[in-house]
């Protein structure tokens, strides 16, 4: 067979991986599945998947790092702002070249973003992608060339022009399913993830999901309904998360923390259940300030909340519980094995096990940089002696060095090793 | 005019040549306070005599040894030796220190449960230990040191019937190079019969071996003595884990540390002989750790320290009776306690001090109790200033023994009073009354009636 | 009774027999009373003299006095054919 040439395979890669970025993932079925997902509503797919090729060659002729552009890291937010484009405008020539324009803008601060924030090690996720979105969708309201499209309005119209009867008769039906109002907005949400919004594309995803990855799709309907069920209990605007399925900005934030960023873990689902009310709030608080521009949230909340968990808990002095993910496997189940095999080779090598040199209890009388003698190459020392209750350091009269409490007790090796020299010519010192 | 101080007319012979081995300076320095607190006053308030213990020297003397172990080994644990002194008050000084409880009587078991310590952390030790009590010590989870083949039957007996695994020990005699050997109590280590006791056990499989111990006297000198008897029970310990693959958790080397008492017949003064905790304890600890234990088998260390760590905490305050001049010249003070209340005079020459200020003259005195027997001596010669009657004096480091051993003979035994960390006093227990020695008499009816 | 007349006194309270060789320790009380008898009082007129001087009672200074009176005689400190008056 001969070999495929290079070149397709990093087209393909960047492509399809694209798709899977959006979910955290590498997995190449899952992402081919969620490529072919975007094109139920056709619009949206047709011009996710123009914008990406069009990013890919972008990052190509500019001299970007292809290799970061084969994991589609670079086209992810590009991607998305095709999907959105694609679902709110008529397309047209005017149309791509913005589409183009607007891609070009969002790799801009993608590629600025991701310089930045490698140092620190915090995601960008999808803020180039809100940012672009949010310079098209403004400038578009005085470019006349662009307009919206209509096609949501007239929904059955569109599906008769696309299928015929059957598609329609068939869309009825799905619309009967007596689906329980909790799952069709996760499934809905599910879905608006790759800018779908009904029950198929979720179901499809959901099913994708849970094959790629039982974590993920455990998260998933965890993140989900924690937020769902505190927008209950705040008495929120369910409405709206039913709506505009906002909501999907639960899901993202249980999968970025549950699993990717950090190893998942009883502690790591807590910490998802308790993040999704604070992206609850944001998105009240965040929609209010925008509706003023009306500009739309899409995963602002989602993005922002991450970024800023991610980075407290990178910045810890003590990590203790949640376990970063150190290197990057795109799997949580990968992420969680690799932690536990790490933990099992390696957990004494985390630490070097060092014990004090001595039994019961000393006194540190000069640590590091003590100022009395810990100075210039000795700064880095610890002087022990025994104290009573008293504070002092001897019997009375303290006149001989036995007197003195510490004298002669044993002194241990700090931790296992080799004798090297062995120096026992120093005189004791006088009183 | 302002009259002045009296002080009796005294004339003593001076000896040339001859050096006077009881003159020395330290029983001269009058002791008008302990912890804080007046002798007068105290003995006002509570009565003559009085015990009086310092919880301040308690707690030192505590944490002095302790430190002195835990800083040489990495697993230590103290065990109050009831028998020593057995007063509530002082045994949860100790508690509170963080010690558990060693026993060698059923009511002492009793008592040490009633203070609040948890079963599995009694020790019970001692030839006498009936069925009963070995059934509540096995249900309460204590830790059994088994003396005797006879002791060991029960248990197992026992152990078939109970659904707990008695944890046992088993006490072990051998030559430290002291004399004499103390090999009536336990099993011997040089005949093998401690090695057979072990093979018993830990093949039968009732009982869970998981000590071993050894008491190898009282009033030890020579430390090295201990290190002796710490490396023969680290070889036993080794033994069974060469042989049965299991580990003991602890060794416990029992008492017998000295105290600052001098003993009869000894020349020296006992200050300068006791050992200090020190000085036991690196050859406890030298001896267990070079015996080859693998480094996270190494037994814990218990020591059940009596004497050492409560006698210099003990004071006995009394007062001065009369005086008389023997048929040899010799002064004689009759003081208000005797070797009823202070049954270590038979072993040591305490070290008495005048409780009041005097001059620097002195003569040689012969100090007796208040019982009307002759054995009642508490001081057969000792160097004292002239006292007269209803002066006080102070005996130094009585915590040991005497509160358990004191007899209910002649006099009503006397109250003990605890001075606490702020030099208050705490009445511990009270002076007896003529109630407390009939309580348990019971007068047959027939015998009621007299005529005289 | 009568003190020796040879025993030597020292303010410091040592006492010293020459006819015996015998060299001895006595406290101030004790100093006080020997000095009064080597001047011939009686020991009445000592513990009256004791008694102005000090806080003591009668009862108590009698039989120390008496006491005293007997260790001087044994020291061979008086002279051996007068007798002790109380």
Known sequence: MPRVPEIILFYRDSIVRSYGQIFFSDDRGFSVLLLAVSFINPFAGMSGLLAVISVIIMAKVMGLNPAITRTGLYSYNALMLGLVMGIYFQFSLAFFVVLLLGNFVTLLITVWMAVRTSSSKVPFLSIPFILGVWVVLLSSRSLGAIQLSERGVYELNELWNFGGPVLVAAYEKINEWNVPLAFDIYLKSLSAIIFQFNIIAGSIIAIGLLVYSRIAFSLSLIGFYSGYLFCYFVQGNISELQDSYIGFNFILTALGLGGFFLVPSSKSYLLVALSTPLVSLLIGALGTVLGVYQLPLYSLPFSLIVIGMVFTLNNRFEVKGLAPVLYQLYSPEKNLYSFWNQMERFKNDTYYHIHLPFFGEWRMSQGHAGGI??????????????????????????????DFYCYGLPVLAPAAGYVATVVDDVDDNEI | MKKLHYERPIIQRLNVGVMNKFGTKTEYAPVTHVDGNAVKGLLAKYGSPLFVISEKTIRKTFRDANRAFKTRYPKVQFAWSYKTNYVNAVCNVFHQEGSWAEVVSGFEYQKALQNGVSGNKIIFNGPDKSMEELTMAIENNSLLHIDHLDELYMIKELATKSKKKPRVAIRVNMDTGVYPIWDRFGFNYENGQAWDAINKIILNDQMELVGLHCHIGTFMLAPSAYGLAASKLSDLALSIKKKFKKSIQYIDMGGGFASRNTLKGSYLQGMDLAPSFDSFAEEITTAILNAGFAKDELPMLVLETGRAL??????????????????????????????????????????????????????????????????????????????????QVVVHSVGAYNMTQWMQFISLRPAIVMIDKND??????????????ETEEVLPAYLKDFKL | MKINKNVALSDSGFVFNPSTGDSFSTNPIGLEIIKLLKEGKSMDYVKASLLKTYTIEEATLERDCYDFANMLMKFKLTEADEKAEN
């Open chain 1, 373 to 402: 003698t810990h100075k210039g190459d000795w700064r880095f020392a610890w002087d022990f002696d025994i104290v009573d209750e008293t504070g002092k350091t001897y019997r009375p009269p303290g006149k001989t060095t036995s």
């Open chain 2, 310 to 391: 409560i006698d210099d905490a003990g004071f006995l305050l009394g007062s001065v009776i009369s005086n008389k001049r023997l048929s040899d010249g010799r002064r004689a003070t009759i003081l208000d306690f005797g070797v009823n209340i202070l049954f270590t005079s038979f072993w040591y020459d305490h070290k008495i001090s005048p409780a009041q200020e005097f001059s620097q003259y002195s003569e040689d005195s012969v100090l007796y109790g208040p019982l009307c027997m002759n054995i009642d001596v508490v001081r057969e010669n000792i160097t004292l200033p002239p006292l007269k009657r209803d002066d």
């Open chain 2, 424 to 437: 208050k006093p705490h009445l511990i227990r009270k002076r007896e009354t003529l109630k407390s020695i």
